[in-house]
């Protein structure tokens, strides 16, 4: 009984040292980021060492962070309807891209011929960054939505491919082998046993593609938009409004984050025996 | 299909990968409930012998005949366990148990009634929901061979199976898998380079020359059951089965 | 919508005349000059910053919160800020390639750090190296691959990078050329620009592989 006693206590001392450790580190991460803040209040506010336009304090960014969600000035909406617009139109380009080139990617890679005739059309569109497809767009289909979801749709589908493709190609021969034993058709073979394979690179191909297209979206935004935080930030440029560009900096790096976190959180819970 | 009739019948099974002759002229049968072991020397193609007999790997030339018919994996209730791991990584154990009713299409409620019994025949009943990922070399082999059980087989093929495993569990699974043979009556096509194995667990051994490989010695395993490795017949067959491998 | 021989045509005709200041050869120069500027500060500071991070757990705890927080803001979201700061520029243009490299490379460098083998450290320490040589000796180098593949990733981010910078506002280079082909409503030209951007991208990925290849013959990651 004592020798339980000892060795239960050497673990929970251990566990504490370590839940010590993390805190500390933890500490030191956020006295870092108010250091930070600090420095970069000091010298604008109280220092004023760049003009405001250029360089607003974080309580400027702040207030006017606040003051976006319900005010419409400098460009005509509200923060909340630039959101909405924005993830609106990067959602609708992105699960184009995901819905047609992922089945893409597995056909590909399980039917030879169709192999053969989409490879070479796709891997001249490959290379091509889909920042590119801008101008092309904006001139075909002009300005507004339809623009920019063709250039997030080629900015999402190309990862979806590739990564459904690598995936199916990596099928375990053993696997297919077991499959046919037992007498599986070519149709079992690819639903029981090559997709199932496949769902962890076909989940990384809708990660990645969900970061381009957010980037895309952005990118469209900026060069040609009336709404969404692209354009949000760009009109805040031209009056001089460095704040609101900050706020829709930020804005975009956030929502970035949510996407990233809403999909790990999809494949912890649809993709199964992964380590 | 009376017991003790032809369940496999092989006639010239000739293989060979480019220039190289692997398989020549091979020639038996087996006679249902049989537990065979096929023995030879290391790379002598045992492992092609089993992939050619499945039609996994195209042939120069021969039959395959199940119950009188051309092998034909789809009709024919046939298991294989493979030398390598396959359990699937991403189905739980009593999902991967089922993998086999389920490629055959039987009804939900046969296949849980299947992978049940079996389940607790291997062991893993506390386990059913555990990946394999989380499982450990022997429990995997153990899936394996539920998955191989649950379908019921008229042949079960048998590819060094227990190759990697620690002598201890060697002997555990090889009791249960005459165990199970000795429950189910199911035909056994059983592949290994370990004598003291195959003379264990086989009623038929047929012994193989090297490449390009023919049938060297066809015998019958009458030993009793259960089998002592210690006793002195035991031991003379597996000496005599030695000697016609060391000399090919 | 120029059909395919218009296009092609348009191509040579840019490699031998000038199109805007200069020819093709002289707007892909001046592209890949801005890239490979604002890829080697990119560079040489992700690393050293990635190192440091995955080495040591301080500098880890100080720098990862704003590093969190600027990550993932994509380079084009920056170009308004730039602009205000440095103007329309060179400098302007190399700080958005700066960004659009710099955050792969300080992770996959960190990641790099993290994942060596503590049993190779270990093997080191017994063996009597002092923690510079084991920096030096073990983890480095295990960590190259990780760098380096973090390199590959950020190359490709900076030549996106580039162009965004270039089409916002530049006199030469390949962004200019599409965004001035979409100015004139001219898909001809737009097109001429976008397939000598797909083949210099090309070209900067396979020599990033043969590269790879060369130097880490030892690390066999099959595509």
Redo the contacts between chains.
Sequence with gaps: MAKKNARDSRIWLSIQKEKKEKRKYVLISCASLLTFLLIWELCTDILKLAPSYAMPSPLKVFRSFVAKLYQTAPDGSTLPVHIGVSVYTALLGFLMGAVIGSPLGILMAWFKTLDRIVKPVFDVLRPIPPIAWIPIMLVVLGIGTASKVAVIFMASFVPCVINAYSGIKQTNEVHIWVGKTFGASRSQLLFRVAIPTAMPMIFTGIKVSLGASWMALVAAELLASSSGLGYMIQIARSVGRADIIIVGMLMIGVISMLFSAALEYLERRFVKGVK | MTPGDNIVEVRNLTKSFGDLLVLNDISFDVKRGDFLCIVGPTGCGKTTFLNSL?K?YDIDRGEMLVNGESIN???HN???I?Q???T?????VEQNIG??L???KRPKEEIQEKVDKVIKLVGLEKYRHY???QLSVSMLQRVVIARAFA?EPALL?MDEPYGHLDLQLKYKLEDELINLWEKTGTTVIFITHNIEEAVYLSNRIIVLTNKPTTIKREMLNGLPRPRDIASPDFIALRDQVTELIKWW | MAGPEEVFALICKYFIEPVGRTTLFGHIGASLGRVLIGYSIASLAGVTLGLAMGYSKTVRAIAAPLFNIVRPIPAVAWIPMTILWLGIGEAAKIFIIFIGGFANTVINSMSGVRTVDPVLIGAAQLLGASKWQTFRRVILPSSFPYVFAGLQISLSGSWMSVLAAEMVSSHEGVGWLIITGMNNANTAQIMAGMIPIGVVGFILVSLMRWIEKKLCAWNDRSR
């Design positions: 499945t996994l994996l789809k009709k046939v298991a294989y493979f390598e791991y396959s699937m990584q991403w189905l739980d993998f086999g389920k490629i055959k990946y394999p990922n379908t093929l």
